[in-house]
């Protein structure tokens, strides 16, 4: 079964650094996401990808935040400057067009 | 705008009891409606989804949900709960994107032996 892989699973970085999340979605799909989990609550729309570009971001989604597909494959949101309060669990989705989304694993971020 | 309501974030039931989680949501166009759990530590596994036409959709391990749009409701049954069936369950809504979804608090299911 195809599957959206998500590295890494678990990333723990000091206040203030610099984070990229990465996510290879399956072959096919033109639509990617990105969603954040803080612990203990509920799943948070972050931003929406397709035909390299931003398509829709939540209020979340600030210049804090970036993302992007540089090579094909690869689908990365990038966390500048990290902040304490942004720990938590990020999920990539994607989804071929008004599918169902797929989910990867998740990468737990522990900021410290 | 787009929500979802989910009632009782800890719903706890005897292993082969009737499992109900209750899920209400608020939109604007005809919804796209799901159900995701979620084991502890893992990521969203997809339950059921319901798009168009048959408004009763069964997914996997024995759920069920019952799109009524009468009563913007789409509740997750399972006859007979397992014990693995302990987790978190999340129903989420979309307008027009399977993707973009908005989802409820979760409720954590809890089954004793």
């Known amino acids: 079964e195809p599957e959206v892989t998500q590295t890494p699973s678990h990333q723990v970085t000091q206040m203030g650094q610099e984070v990229i999340l990465r996510c290879v979605p399956i072959?096919?799909?033109?639509?990617f996401y990105w969603y954040r989990q803080i612990l203990g609550q509920k799943v948070e729309f972050l931003v929406s990808?397709?035909?390299?570009?931003?398509?829709?971001k939540s209020e979340i989604f600030d210049d804090q935040f970036s993302v992007e597909r540089p090579d094909g494959s690869n689908f990365t949101l990038k966390i500048r400057s990290t902040k304490l309060e942004d720990s938590a669990m990020y999920f990539c989705?994607?989804?071929?067009?008004?599918?169902?989304?797929?989910f990867g694993q998740g990468t737990r971020l522990t900021v410290v | 705008a787009q929500s979802v309501t989910q009632l009782g974030s800890h719903v706890s039931v005897s292993e082969g009891a009737l499992v109900l989680l209750r899920c209400n949501y608020s939109?604007?166009?005809?919804?796209?409606l799901f159900w995701y759990v979620q084991y502890p530590n893992q990521g969203l596994q997809l339950l059921l989804k319901?798009?168009?036409?048959?408004?009763l959709v069964k997914g996997i391990n024995g759920f069920e949900a019952e799109f009524k749009k009468s009563e913007t409701s789409f509740h997750l049954t399972k006859p007979s709960a397992h014990m693995s069936d302990a987790a978190e369950y999340f129903c989420a809504v979309s307008e027009n994107n399977a993707g973009k979804s908005t989802f409820g608090d979760g409720t954590t299911l809890t089954v004793k032996p």
């Open positions: 072959s096919n799909h033109l639509y």
């Open positions: 319901y798009t168009t036409g048959a408004t």
């Open positions: 990808f397709y035909n390299n570009e931003i398509s829709e």
């Open positions: 989705a994607t989804t071929l067009r008004n599918t169902e989304a797929f």
């Open positions: 939109s604007s166009v005809p919804p796209y």
